[in-house]
């Protein structure tokens, strides 16, 4: 009777890994994206500044 208990045991703490590593890959995804979206917005202010004092 304890078999299956253990197994399932063993499959939430496996759920859990993969949800945490899952979790983590779209944490690190989202902060590539904000980072880059930072650099093309600061690169975006600094084009539009230019302009406007060569104008």
Do not use: G, H, W
């Amino acid at each position: 009777i304890a078999s299956p208990i253990l197994n399932l045991f063993q499959f939430d703490q496996y759920l859990r890994v993969e949800m945490l590593s899952k979790f983590d890959t779209l944490l690190f995804s989202l902060q590539c994206y904000v980072t880059f979206a930072v650099q093309v917005e600061s690169q975006l202010v600094t084009d539009t500044l230019r302009r406007n004092e060569n104008n």
